[in-house]
């Protein structure tokens, strides 16, 4: 009745499953000529940002091209950005954080051992920038004292060579200046220089001069429900975190960022977030400095399991020369 009293009628099936489809063919099938020509029935293109019609294949809109952020992308699958996270200055570069990335690289398993006892040594300094650590107050209160100072000592003094701190530090005493916010998270936790390097890659990448990706967010917690609870309503919420994600118009590139090893657990992970907040178009990818695997068996196995969850994966982050980070993010987004 709707389509045969209608003058004009467009009919969308942008999103709609195969009942719908079916169901629509069915009216078709069962009006007249005259009122069949008077309908148009249209599909969203998502790939091709194009309306086409499809009864008159010939026909077809082009539409202003679409992009949303990832907060909008999230909210609009239900949930809500809980808490807050900290951004690289959209004036940060690859560039600024490629001292202390030279040095995850040289070897990903030792920056995370050193990385743990360097956190060890700073949760007793009262400033996180500034920091000064009397040894005498810290070798009572940690074990294998000497052992991990000679491990962080080592690192201060790679931090300082590639001008990451400014180290003051003595026989007597642990001292040494950050020398920008963004460089002093990439030292807060082992996994947060391989996030930092891939958010700034990814907003490097350019198509026909402009960037590719609209919005780059890190560290992105997700709350399932979009209801934030607080901590005195004693209510558990289910929350996700998402070390990277990108958006490419309306389309979201998911990543999980990985310096040490990678279980199968991260994989179904990464696909269940990306299939619940990123709808049937969101890309996966799995970014790894060096995939460690027990056996050539269980390594391909695991590449296998990503290639059927559609999951694009990187194996080798810390080869990668600054052309082929441009290339990945692409090659994901097919």
């Known amino acids: 009745k709707v389509v045969l009293a209608a003058k004009d009628c467009v009919i969308d099936l942008t999103g709609g499953d195969t009942c719908v489809?079916?169901?629509?063919?069915?009216?078709?099938?069962?009006?007249?000529?005259?009122?069949?020509?008077?309908?148009?029935?249209?599909?969203?293109?998502?790939?091709?940002?194009?309306?086409?019609?499809?009864v008159h294949n010939n026909q077809s809109v082009q539409t202003k091209t679409v992009s949303l952020t990832v907060e909008e992308l999230i909210a609009l699958h239900g949930g809500t950005l809980h808490p807050d996270s900290y951004q690289p200055p959209m004036d940060s570069r690859p560039r600024d954080v490629a001292g202390v990335w030279e040095i995850v690289v040289e070897d990903p398993k030792e920056w995370n051992r050193v990385i743990m006892h360097l956190g060890e040594f700073e949760s007793r300094?009262?400033?996180?920038?500034?920091?000064?650590?009397?040894?005498?107050?810290?070798?009572?209160?940690?074990?294998?004292?000497?052992?991990?100072?000679?491990?962080?000592?080592?690192?201060?003094?790679?931090?300082?060579?590639?001008?990451?701190?400014?180290?003051?530090?003595?026989?007597?005493?642990?001292?040494?200046?950050?020398?920008?916010?963004?460089?002093r998270y990439c030292t807060l936790k082992a996994g947060n220089v391989l996030e930092t390097k891939t958010l700034l890659e990814g907003r490097g990448v350019?198509?026909?001069?402009?960037?590719?990706?609209?919005?780059?967010?890190?560290?992105?917690?997700i709350d399932w429900d979009g209801v934030v609870h607080t901590p005195q309503e004693c209510v558990s919420d289910t929350r996700n975190e998402v070390d990277v994600v990108l958006m490419h118009g309306t389309t979201p590139l998911f990543i999980s960022c990985k310096n040490g090893s990678v279980t199968e657990d991260e994989l179904y992970k990464l696909h269940t977030v990306a299939e619940r907040f990123g709808g049937p178009y969101a890309k996966k990818m799995?970014?790894?400095?060096?995939?460690?695997?027990?056996?050539?068996?269980?390594?391909?196995?695991?590449?296998?399991?990503?290639?059927?969850?559609?999951?694009?994966?990187?194996?080798?982050?810390?080869?990668?020369?600054?052309?082929?980070?441009?290339?990945?993010?692409k090659q994901a987004m097919q």
């Not at 590449?303 to 993010?329: G, H, K, N, P």
Request: aromatic letters at 8%; one cysteine or more; glycine letters at 4%.
């Open 206 to 221: 350019l198509e026909g001069g402009k960037p590719y990706f609209q919005d780059c967010q890190m560290s992105v917690s």
């Open 286 to 329: 799995l970014i790894a400095t060096d995939l460690e695997r027990k056996s050539p068996a269980a390594s391909r196995a695991f590449i296998q399991r990503a290639w059927d969850m559609d999951i694009f994966l990187v194996t080798d982050a810390a080869q990668l020369s600054a052309e082929e980070w441009r290339q990945i993010f």
């Open 21 to 54: 489809t079916m169901a629509v063919g069915a009216v078709l099938a069962a009006l007249p000529g005259e009122a069949r020509r008077r309908i148009r029935i249209e599909k969203y293109d998502h790939n091709t940002n194009v309306v086409r019609d499809c």
């Open 125 to 183: 300094s009262d400033s996180k920038t500034q920091v000064f650590l009397p040894l005498a107050y810290l070798r009572d209160s940690i074990s294998s004292f000497e052992e991990k100072e000679t491990a962080v000592r080592d690192l201060l003094d790679k931090l300082h060579k590639k001008r990451v701190i400014a180290d003051h530090s003595s026989r007597n005493a642990l001292e040494y200046t950050y020398a920008g916010s963004l460089l």
